[in-house]
């Protein structure tokens, strides 16, 4: 039985849109519970392509993240919109003592 997919474990850096793209493909296969070689069958795509999206080792083409927005249900542009990072909650004077 193959290992259960992991979602990452850290955010991207947000100016960097391989990383941004590769947290999301991730993310979003992760949540569906599918292998990567789901989602590329899914997508029609090669195993090993969708691996080097989410590793950040390619280019992606506008087409085939078209492919892979349809396939996890996200417009185009959300896979290339950076995360929100959560604003640090401010601790009342009383509790900072």
Same mark, same amino acid.
């Given at each position: 039985? #193959? @290992?259960? #997919? *992991?979602?990452? *474990?850290?955010?991207?850096? #947000?100016?960097?849109?391989?990383?941004?793209?590769?947290? +999301? %493909?991730?993310?979003?296969? %992760?949540?569906?519970?599918?292998?990567?070689?789901?989602?590329?069958?899914? $997508?029609?795509?090669?195993?090993?392509?969708?691996?080097?999206?989410?590793? $950040?080792? +390619?280019?992606?083409?506008?087409?085939?993240?078209?492919?892979?927005?349809? %396939?996890?249900?996200? @417009?185009? +542009?959300?896979?290339? !919109?950076?995360?929100?990072? #959560?604003?640090?909650? !401010?601790?009342? @004077?009383?509790? @900072?003592?």
């Amino acid at each position: 039985m #193959p @290992a259960r #997919p *992991t979602p990452p *474990t850290r955010l991207p850096d #947000p100016t960097n849109l391989r990383e941004v793209l590769a947290y +999301w %493909v991730r993310l979003l296969r %992760v949540q569906k519970e599918w292998s990567q070689e789901r989602l590329a069958h899914e $997508c029609e795509l090669d195993r090993t392509y969708v691996s080097a999206i989410e590793r $950040c080792k +390619w280019n992606v083409s506008l087409a085939n993240i078209e492919r892979l927005a349809h %396939v996890l249900g996200v @417009a185009p +542009w959300a896979l290339l !919109k950076p995360p929100e990072v #959560p604003a640090p909650t !401010k601790r009342r @004077a009383s509790q @900072a003592q």
